[in-house]
T-cell receptor, first 113, second 113 residues
Framework: QKEVEQNSGPLSVPEGAIASLNCTYS??????FFWYRQYSGKSPELIMS????GDKEDGRFTAQLNKASQYVSLLIRDSQPSDSATYLC?????????????FGKGTHLIIQP | KAGVTQTPRYLIKTRGQQVTLSCSPI?????VSWYQQTPGQGLQFLFE???????NKGNFPGRFSGRQFSNSRSEMNVSTLELGDSALYLC????????????FGEGSWLTVV
């Protein structure tokens, strides 16, 4: 079983709609969870981090974490064409420090104008 | 505040050669980690340095090595290059206490011919 799994897509969403991206992880002791956005040919940029069960909102983005079910999701409201990118889910095991995030392979999101 | 700086941005090497990549972290960040990104394998953790010590290492052969200097700048070296080493090499920095959030540089694109 892969440690961090994401649907590779492409996920096509009309402009203005809500895009929902999902990620599951296998290590139950994982404690830190991150969403990164990566445009083609560019490096990943951090969108959200979440550490506790529940929702965390930042502008048009909402991260949701459910540790019991071992999944984390990212909702993008009012999707814009500029949101078209690959979204990477990353998980960090406990132990302190940036001791190596495990990334999913990413979901390719396409926002249709 | 300047971001993570990586040099060189692009390079082409021949099989059997070696390469050294450089990374300057965000000012004040003491942790530097390195990742390899390829279309097939996605983002994979190479190693992480903190206070000049390698703290964690991913599952890569010994041809991949790194070091960190007293000013937190880091270098990674790949010896005896193989075609499969062609990838985007990403450096990321982190400050202890910020929830393990890492910030990526723009990356070094390595092509091995």
């Amino acid at each position: 079983q892969k440690e961090v799994e994401q649907n590779s897509g492409p996920l096509s969403v009309p402009e203005g709609a809500i895009a929902s991206l999902n990620c599951t992880y296998s290590d139950r002791v994982s404690q830190s969870f991150f969403w990164y956005r990566q445009y083609s040919g560019k490096s990943p940029e951090l969108i959200m981090s979440i550490y506790s069960n529940g929702d965390k909102e930042d502008g048009r983005f909402t991260a949701q974490l459910n540790k019991a079910s071992q999944y984390v999701s990212l909702l993008i409201r009012d999707s814009q064409p500029s949101d078209s990118a690959t979204y990477l889910c990353a998980v960090n095991k406990p132990g302190g420090g940036a001791d190596g995030l495990t990334f999913g392979k990413g979901t390719h999101l396409i926002i249709q104008p | 505040k300047a971001g993570v700086t990586q040099t060189p941005r692009y390079l082409i090497k021949t099989r059997g050669q070696q390469v050294t990549l450089s990374c300057s972290p965000i000012s004040g960040h003491r942790s530097v980690s390195w990742y390899q990104q390829t279309p097939g394998q996605g983002l994979q953790f190479l190693f992480e340095y903190f206070s000049e010590t390698q703290r964690n290492k991913g599952n890569f052969p010994g041809r991949f090595s790194g070091r960190q200097f007293s000013n937190s700048r880091s270098e990674m070296n790949v010896s005896t290059l193989e075609l499969g080493d062609s990838a985007l090499y990403l450096c990321a920095s982190s400050y202890q206490g910020e929830g393990n959030t890492i910030y990526f540089g723009e990356g070094s694109w390595l092509t091995v011919v």
